[in-house]
């Protein structure tokens, strides 16, 4: 049973501005970390950025100080606010509600979210 629903993705310029949503039911919400990763058509699953219960946030290199992860207790629902975006930012976007360590154990993903960057 699918236990996320992302969305939020889009075609945008180089340079442009996105925001994820994964929304999730509030017994899971309120226990869990959030994970967003990323696909490649044709590559692995690359981690992006993970946020605790105590909202302490991670990010890949890649994408620090570009991406900023966010959870609203309110609406069950995390954020992945996605600024200057790059020509390599595009791919499908997953949120999984695990942390770091263990996101690539989860089984009920979701659809994810596409985001193309072209110009």
């Known amino acids: 049973e699918v236990q996320v629903v992302e969305s939020g993705g889009g075609l945008v310029q180089p340079g442009g501005s996105l925001r994820l949503s994964c929304k999730t039911p509030a017994f899971i919400f309120s226990v869990s970390g959030f994970t967003w990763v990323r696909q490649v058509p044709g590559k692995g699953l690359e981690w992006v950025s993970s946020i605790y219960i105590d909202r302490n946030t991670y990010y890949a290199d890649a994408v620090k100080g570009r991406l900023t992860i966010s959870r609203d207790n309110a609406k069950n629902t995390v954020y992945l606010q996605m600024n200057s975006l790059k020509l390599e930012d595009t791919a499908i976007y997953y949120c999984?509600?695990?942390?770091?360590?263990?996101?690539?154990?989860?089984?009920?993903w979701g659809q994810g979210t596409q985001v193309t960057v072209s110009s």
């Open positions: 999984v509600p695990r942390g770091q360590s263990s996101w690539d154990t989860y089984t009920e």
